[in-house]
């Protein structure tokens, strides 16, 4: 039970609320320059005479999507938690 406590009171610590906030960040931006090397492959033209190709980076493409929306929503949340943990 102490151990669980411990947990939850290291969840509501201001501090590593703000250290998740920085992971996430970063992790956003890591996303948005892999996301942004595929819009530049994806618009070469070239692309397109390979279908598989064409394919695979478009199902990367839209994996990264997924992956920054979610991160953007797990960073909204913390950091409402974190503003009501301030006030």
Excluded at 16 to 36: C, F, P, W
Excluded at 37 to 48: G, T
């Amino acid at each position: 039970c102490a151990a669980l406590e411990e947990q939850i009171a290291e969840f509501e610590d201001p501090e590593e609320k703000e250290k998740s906030l920085e992971n996430i960040e970063q992790q956003i931006t890591a996303l948005e320059k892999k996301k942004t090397d595929l819009e530049h492959q994806l618009a070469q033209p070239s692309v397109y005479e390979d279908e598989a190709k064409m394919q695979q980076l478009n199902e990367a493409y839209h994996k990264i999507q997924e992956e920054e929306a979610a991160l953007n929503q797990k960073w909204e949340d913390l950091a409402e938690q974190l503003e009501s943990l301030q006030n």
